[in-house]
């Protein structure tokens, strides 16, 4: 009697993990496919970006931290070509998540369309044409991703749009963001010392650059209660 219900249990088993096995294998062949077209891509365009793109470093940098952190509603404020999302889009492709993004230009905007779309990642972007000042405001979120990569002397106010929009354990990352240097004149530095510093003085965040980065990327996250 014991034995049959040993034997019953051991059958049950076997048939329950062999129905997994095809859902996973498509799983994993549907990823294969989609990896395969984007890292083709990305080949093809390597040393070819020239819209004030991110650096391939940073685009890898942008990955990692989605993947790692299982992040799956992005965020980027500036596409250009779009570089950066096909980086965080391929990363979301992975976690289950999808980005939106938001360019001004219009040349650029239709550009970025075309590159989602030979890297295979279209399903993944919600591409928007629109002035980030406005659209930051109307998003409602919530968010767990945010990349700011537009105009400088704006950062410090899409922070502050999207600082609420942001969740728990959620991360702000910004292109171009230095530490601040006490003798710094320049205008194009204003914006970005100004957002980080900012950053800086949130209580609930925890900001700092991101020690890989090489142009400069600052990441804050939204700590949890008790951190
Ligand atoms: C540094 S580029 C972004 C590069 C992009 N993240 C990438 O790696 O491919 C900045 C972009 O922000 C866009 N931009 C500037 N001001 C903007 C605004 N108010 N709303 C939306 N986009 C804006 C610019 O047109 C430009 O294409």
């Known amino acids: 009697?014991?034995?049959?219900?040993?034997?019953?249990?051991?059958?049950?088993?076997?048939?329950?993990?062999?129905s997994t096995i095809p859902c996973y294998s498509e799983e994993t062949a549907r990823q294969r496919i989609i990896d395969e077209k984007v890292m083709k891509f990305l080949d093809k365009m390597k040393n070819r970006w020239r819209d004030l793109n991110v650096p391939e470093a940073d685009g890898k940098i942008l990955y990692e931290i989605i993947v790692q952190?299982?992040?799956?509603?992005?965020?980027?404020?500036?596409t250009s070509t779009g570089h950066s999302a096909i980086w965080m889009a391929w990363a979301l492709s992975k976690t289950g998540g999808k980005l939106v993004t938001i360019e001004i230009d219009e040349g650029?905007?239709?550009q970025a369309l075309a590159n989602f779309k030979e890297a295979g990642l279209s399903e993944y972007i919600d591409a928007r044409l629109a002035d980030?000042?406005?659209?930051?405001?109307?998003?409602?979120?919530?968010?767990?991703?945010v990349?700011?990569?537009?105009?400088?002397d704006w950062y410090t106010n899409y922070a502050k749009a999207l600082v609420p929009k942001?969740?728990?354990g959620g991360c702000i990352a910004a292109h171009n963001v230095e530490e601040p240097e006490p003798?710094?004149?320049?205008?194009?530095?204003?914006?970005?010392d100004e957002?980080?510093?900012y950053m800086k003085s949130l209580p609930g965040f925890k900001t700092s650059i991101h020690p890989q980065s090489r142009a400069d990327v600052s990441v804050s996250y939204k700590k949890r209660k008790g951190k």
């Open 1 to 18: 009697m014991r034995k049959c219900f040993y034997i019953g249990i051991l059958g049950f088993l076997i048939v329950f993990f062999a």
């Open 69 to 78: 952190s299982k992040y799956q509603k992005a965020l980027e404020v500036g």
């Open 108 to 110: 650029r905007y239709r």
């Open 132 to 145: 980030a000042h406005q659209l930051v405001n109307e998003l409602l979120g919530p968010f767990d991703f």
């Open 147 to 152: 990349f700011i990569d537009a105009d400088k």
């Open 166 to 168: 942001l969740e728990t």
């Open 183 to 192: 003798l710094h004149r320049g205008g194009y530095r204003m914006g970005t």
């Open 195 to 197: 957002y980080y510093k």
